[in-house]
């Protein structure tokens, strides 16, 4: 058994082992970072976890202004349009970053000295942080060229590296600092800063051209008008936090993101599924094959019905889930996994429209569906969280992501219009179907919390229907077009 493996490892391309590596890369990242979750509300009290939470809240939003993603998309796409200096755009976007992140600090030391901790963070916190973005985006602007060139050995590395030292220093510092919640800050903050420094010293002596004014427009040319989208996005994942921890209290902020980590574990599941569905989707479109195009809507639908039994399996098994995972003041959570859950479900389902979009670059519409779900999440937490609690904010999520999906859904339809009027690419009635039924189970889910017998049942039923549609499953995931360069 194990010799095929290695065999059919060695016969892999170089592109489809890079893959492979950089896929384990994040599993392990993840995989750490959540076995590490029970230590750290045991070590930590729901105020002192919320501190992490909230860091990483505004983390998020600030990175996208001190960095402009550029080492996403952006990078991508210039190792293309500049492949005869790759090392000078790499070098030149660092510099820019760094002038970005000085900026960024800068204003907000300035509003720092007018109207103090606006974010609820110390001055030397908010001076980690930005150290934290820009050695965090250096590493990834190496990276980036890295996973280009498939060189995908000294970059797994260190990802996991950086994956497995940040939370065992944050659990070593948590002893020796007198605020807990900053221990776990530092630990993961200093982790990617020593090895981020060590990646921008490198992309520094690379290259000469550090800083060329061709690179610097495209930079701006590409990333500014994407900043509404990459804003809206994490305004509409992370921002629920930060108003909790305003408008309620920290330790509900603690509970409510502990219990939104805890769905996110779905994700993982996600993208391996869409992962699969991409490649598939996009081949198929452009075969045009009447036969290959009827087995793309059945087998959406197959994936769609998996993604959603597996999120129901996570809902079903919240108070286990909790217990493990968190001690009894984290308890509250449990009634936040099912509609949390249940948005998961829906960023699969955006994912899957999204895919037409893309396929048509058509990208206009993905920012046009970004904003306006933000805006919806911002606007009902600000009515529901001040009537009802920090529990409304699930509602309001799952609310903003149904909303998410179905503008992406009217978007794809739109693209289907203009470019394949003749085509339904997805079986649409049956997705709807689905994703009701799902959606009202999910709810319907949280009287059964009492009742463990009843709840083991339908998580026994569940893993009886995957386990007989095992093979059915493997064969769909594992789906290769014949004539795929991987």
């Not at 030391?109 to 974010?119: K, M, R």
């Not at 002893?175 to 982790?191: D, L, M, P, R, T």
């Not at 997805?426 to 319907?444: H, P, V």
Request: hydrophobic share 50%.
């Amino acid at each position: 058994m194990i010799k095929k493996i290695i065999k059919k490892y060695k016969e892999m391309s170089v592109v489809a082992k890079a893959s492979l590596w950089a896929f384990l890369a994040s599993i392990i990242q993840k995989g750490i970072t959540v076995l590490a979750t029970p230590i750290f509300t045991r070590l930590l009290t729901t105020e002192e976890y919320a501190q992490y939470t909230l860091y990483q809240s505004w983390y998020d939003i600030f990175i996208i202004f001190a960095t402009l993603n550029v080492f996403n998309y952006a990078t991508y796409s210039a190792m293309k349009e500049y492949k005869d200096d790759r090392n000078g755009f790499i070098a030149t976007a660092q510099t820019l970053v760094t002038g970005l992140c000085l900026l960024c600090f800068t204003a907000y030391y300035i509003i720092h000295l007018i109207y103090g901790d606006i974010i609820g963070f110390p001055l030397p916190i908010v001076a980690i942080m930005f150290l934290d973005i820009l050695f965090f985006a250096a590493f990834n602007l190496w990276a980036a060229k890295e996973r280009y060139d498939f060189k995908y050995k000294l970059m797994t590395i260190l990802s996991v590296i950086m994956g497995t030292l940040g939370p065992i220093l944050s659990i070593i510092l948590i002893h020796f600092v007198s605020n807990k919640g900053y221990g776990h800050i530092y630990g993961v903050a200093f982790v990617n800063i020593i090895i981020g420094l060590a990646v921008y010293i490198y992309n520094l002596f690379k290259s000469k051209n550090r800083f060329d004014k061709k690179y610097i427009k495209f930079i701006f040319a590409y990333c500014i008008p994407l900043i509404p989208h990459f804003l809206s996005s994490k305004l509409l994942t992370r921002f629920d936090r930060i108003m909790i921890n305003d408008m309620c209290s920290a330790s509900e902020a603690g509970i409510y993101g502990l219990a939104y980590s805890l769905s996110s574990l779905m994700i993982i599941v996600n993208d391996a599924i869409l992962k699969s569905l991409t490649p598939w989707t996009y081949q198929t479109i452009n075969e045009n094959n009447e036969k290959k195009l009827k087995s793309l809507k059945n087998n959406a639908n197959y994936l769609i019905i998996l993604v959603a039994l597996a999120n129901l399996l996570l809902i079903l098994f919240a108070p286990e889930a909790i217990k493990i995972f968190a001690t009894s003041e984290y308890y509250e959570a449990i009634y936040i996994i099912p509609p949390v859950s249940a948005s998961i479900f829906y960023t699969f389902l955006f994912n899957v429209f999204a895919n037409i979009e893309y396929y048509y670059s058509e990208t206009k519409y993905v920012g046009l569906a970004s904003i306006f779900a933000a805006v919806t999440n911002v606007v009902l937490n600000f009515i529901f969280i001040k009537r009802y609690g920090y529990l409304a904010a699930g509602y309001t999520t799952l609310i903003s992501y149904i909303l998410y999906a179905l503008g992406h859904y009217i978007f794809m339809k739109i693209v289907c219009k203009k470019h394949a009027s003749k085509y339904n690419y997805y079986d649409n009635k049956s997705i709807l179907l689905i994703s009701i039924i799902f959606t009202l189970c999910s709810l319907l889910i949280i009287p059964l919390y009492k009742t463990m017998l009843l709840r083991y049942t339908l998580i026994l039923g569940i893993l009886i229907v995957i386990a007989l549609n095992y093979k059915k499953i493997m064969k769909v995931l594992n789906r290769k077009n014949k004539n795929s360069e991987v």
